[in-house]
């Protein structure tokens, strides 16, 4: 069903929204103040412009927000996000989306944000970057399966052997911490959404979700070496590049015992990365010096992260790591055209902040505010992340009155800054993030209810 969607900004991200909701035959209208790019906007797609401010009321009246179903605020600017957002939304019912980029804004809770100014969805694309990288090299052969709720959650993937303290248990007699979940377990292939009863078997894969940190240090709990997670020696990462992407990227691998080297040219950079992030080895230096990088044993090192601001400096020191033998090079980018450079050259990991910024908030957009992951290559079974706001259909509900669907698991809440696995009689709050598990017949039937 066609939508009204008011898109805020005519940058690379506004406008990869606006080319890809038109051709679903949604009607359009983008605001922003450079005419230029507004004129450009309507030569390439169907689209109608408004140049203004976007966070001028009258602009938005002028827009017919009152008649609007969703609100896209991907400016440049946050407090014009913001406040676009909350305007928009004591005029009317609708669905917004924000962009933001200040760190301050993400050191308090998102719930706040969520709840006070109207903020159904809060999209970083530093964030999102640093997710999708810590992912990538989860695919690699180290330790994340998923990471959710802006890295607050995790998934990760256990095979049980015979050391296994919990074998032939049942999962209700297995005491793990609040936090913590078995969500899921693959048995001979087949998907298995487990319930209390069920038992733990030899050579079943478990997969365990809960708070990051708390599945970082599971192994103690579970008393075993875990398969495709702790490794025989520490894995080892250089970073290029101390901005937001580098930090979030060097702070989820020390979790995970990386041996991280972070080069950073700034001195006084530096020197703050080092006091923020004590496990982390940094280097004020230039990452495209040869030499420099042949000392500090950089063809030894399992991966070359490149996430600087310049995309020259990243391209060039990740041609450099290839050419000294690094067999897994990630690269991030801001020009879209270097993508298929850099694959040409061999580099097949490339990340662009803005355009993964466009597939969540497309994700987010198509599954009616669920972002939906795969559980990890089973397709068998779906991972859900639910944002709840004040007019969620089953807010204020307990789990034991919400009757999902069979082979459904509510498996974590994020709620301010904690994590937890809820028990029945918990209820959902406005401001949650709800991670569950389904089969994928369920998701269409949950996706109603949550309308």
Request: charged share 20%; hydrophobic share 45%; aromatic share 8%.
């Given at each position: 069903m066609p939508m009204n969607v008011i898109i805020l900004g005519a940058g690379e991200v506004g406008c990869n929204l606006s080319q890809k909701l038109s051709k679903d035959n949604h009607n359009i209208i983008v605001i922003d103040q450079n005419k230029e790019k507004l004129e450009h906007?309507?030569?390439?797609?169907?689209?109608?412009?408004?140049?203004?401010?976007?966070?001028?009321?009258?602009?938005?009246?002028?827009?017919?927000?009152?008649?609007?179903?969703?609100?896209?605020?991907?400016?440049n600017n946050d407090e014009v996000n913001m406040l676009s957002c909350?305007?928009?939304?004591?005029?009317?019912?609708?669905?917004?989306?924000?962009r933001l980029k200040k760190e301050f804004y993400f050191q308090a809770t998102k719930?706040?944000?969520?709840?006070?100014?109207?903020?159904?969805?809060?999209?970083?694309?530093?964030?999102?970057?640093?997710?999708?990288?810590?992912?990538?090299?989860?695919?690699?052969?180290?330790?994340?399966?998923?990471?959710?709720a802006d890295g607050h959650i995790e998934i990760k993937k256990i095979k049980v052997d015979k050391t296994?303290?919990?074998?032939?248990?049942?999962?209700n007699k297995i005491h793990l911490p609040r936090n913590i979940l078995i969500g899921a377990i693959i048995r001979n292939n087949e998907i298995l959404i487990p319930s209390g009863n069920d038992k733990i078997l030899?050579?079943?894969?478990?997969?365990?979700?809960?708070?990051?940190?708390?599945?970082?240090n599971l192994e103690q709990t579970l008393g075993m070496?875990?398969?495709?997670?702790?490794?025989?020696?520490?894995?080892s990462a250089f970073i290029l590049g101390g901005g937001r992407i580098g930090r979030i990227v060097a702070k989820m691998l020390a979790m995970r015992k990386f041996n991280i080297k972070l080069l950073e040219e700034d001195p006084q950079k530096s020197k703050k990365i080092a006091q923020e992030l004590p496990g982390v080895l940094v280097l004020c230096e230039d990452g495209t010096d040869y030499e420099f990088l042949h000392e500090e044993n950089l063809e030894s090192a399992d991966f070359f992260i490149a996430t600087s601001n310049e995309d020259e400096t990243n391209v060039m020191a990740s041609l450099l790591a290839k050419d000294m033998?690094?067999?897994?090079?990630?690269?991030?980018?801001?020009?879209?055209?270097?993508?298929?450079?850099?694959?040409?050259?061999?580099?097949?990991?490339?990340?662009?902040p803005r355009?993964?910024?466009?597939?969540?908030?497309?994700?987010?957009?198509?599954?009616?505010?669920?972002?939906?992951?795969?559980?990890?290559?089973?397709?068998?079974?779906?991972?859900?992340?639910?944002?709840?706001?004040?007019?969620?259909?089953?807010?204020?509900?307990?789990?034991?009155?919400?009757?999902?669907?069979?082979?459904?698991?509510?498996?974590?809440?994020?709620r301010g800054e904690s994590v937890f696995v809820p028990k029945g009689e918990d209820a959902l709050e406005a401001g949650d993030v709800v991670i569950l598990i389904t089969l994928p017949q369920n998701i269409e039937a949950i996706r109603k209810m949550l309308c």
């Open positions: 906007l309507e030569e390439i797609c169907d689209v109608q412009t408004i140049e203004g401010n976007a966070a001028d009321l009258s602009i938005l009246k002028q827009a017919d927000i009152e008649n609007t179903h969703l609100l896209l605020a991907v400016t909350l305007l928009a939304k004591n005029l009317t019912s609708l669905t917004t989306v924000a719930t706040f944000y969520r709840n006070k100014l109207g903020l159904d969805l809060i999209v970083c694309p530093e964030i999102i970057a640093g997710l999708e990288i810590t992912y990538h090299v989860g695919e690699s052969g180290a330790s994340a399966v998923e990471t959710l296994f303290r919990y074998l032939n248990s049942p999962l030899e050579n079943d894969e478990l997969f365990i979700i809960g708070e990051t940190l708390a599945i970082e070496k875990i398969l495709n997670w702790f490794f025989q020696r520490h894995q033998g690094v067999k897994n090079i990630i690269t991030v980018v801001h020009r879209p055209g270097y993508k298929n450079v850099l694959e040409r050259l061999g580099i097949s990991n490339v990340i662009n355009l993964n910024t466009t597939r969540v908030i497309l994700e987010f957009i198509k599954n009616r505010n669920i972002l939906v992951h795969p559980l990890q290559d089973y397709n068998k079974a779906q991972v859900l992340e639910i944002y709840t706001d004040d007019h969620f259909p089953l807010k204020g509900k307990t789990l034991k009155e919400i009757q999902f669907p069979d082979g459904t698991l509510v498996c974590a809440i994020l």
